[in-house]
């Protein structure tokens, strides 16, 4: 079955430029979601299709997807963005629906 | 506004049953497919099981080898999740979330599912 490699842990300062991968077998070719859960929090869509924010998400947040690493990027930090972030995509060729195993973000 | 209210969890010995049911609000229930999403304690996310909006297209995570059954009743708004044979590992929060192009793009607050002898 398809595979989400994400890194356990992202750190950055207030105000920084956060980035979040997520690795698979060309990637590029599927849709890649991103999700936000806070602590105690149901997960919450932040970027889907790839690039695109749902209305009510900061500019802040952008995505990107080629060759085999999707990011999530997360520029001028703000302490209310710690939580951990997970990417998803639905595989056709087994009729799943796969998730990365989430990166932490802390904000320093 | 759209909203998803999740409810059947509960402590249960293993081996046992249970159903969850999900409760649609806010929008067209009937035009959309849905799907289970669940979290052990401490973990990540992990995709359950998926129906389409009509209820012809169902599909399952590899790993629950058919003791769970997704269904859903349009009439009443709500989505369902019979699980049997229930392990320790079931343990969980289960959400349910509507279903957006390849994605979800709205989540309900989740179920506590606990198996414990």
Redesign the interface.
């Known amino acids: 079955s398809y595979v989400l490699t994400q890194p356990p842990s992202v750190s950055v300062a207030p105000g920084q430029t956060a980035s979040m991968t997520c690795g698979g077998s060309n990637i590029g070719f599927y849709s890649v979601q991103w999700y936000q859960q806070k602590a105690g929090q149901a997960p919450v869509v932040v970027v889907y299709d790839d690039t695109h924010r749902p209305s009510g998400i900061p500019e802040r947040f952008s995505g990107s997807n080629s060759g085999n690493t999707a990011t999530l990027t997360i520029s001028r930090v703000e302490a209310g963005d710690e939580a951990d972030y997970y990417c998803q995509v639905w595989d056709n060729s087994s009729d799943q629906s796969v998730f990365g195993g989430g990166t932490k973000l802390t904000v320093l | 506004q759209v909203q998803l209210l999740e409810s059947g969890g509960g402590l249960v010995k293993p081996g046992g049953s249970l159903r969850l049911s999900c409760e649609a609000s806010g929008f067209f229930f009937r035009d959309y497919h849905m799907?289970w999403?669940r979290q052990a304690p401490g973990k990540?996310?992990?995709?359950v099981s998926?129906i389409s909006s009509s209820g012809g297209a169902i599909?399952?995570?590899?790993s629950l080898k058919g003791r769970f059954t997704i269904s859903r009743d349009n009439a009443k708004n709500s989505l369902f999740l019979q699980m049997n044979s229930l392990r320790a590992e079931d343990t969980a929060v289960y959400?349910c979330a509507k279903v957006?192009?390849?994605?979800?793009?709205v989540?309900?607050?989740?179920t506590t599912v606990t198996v414990s002898s």
């Open positions: 799907t999403i990540g996310l992990e995709w998926y599909y399952y995570a590899d959400y957006r192009g390849f994605g979800m793009d989540w309900g607050q989740g």
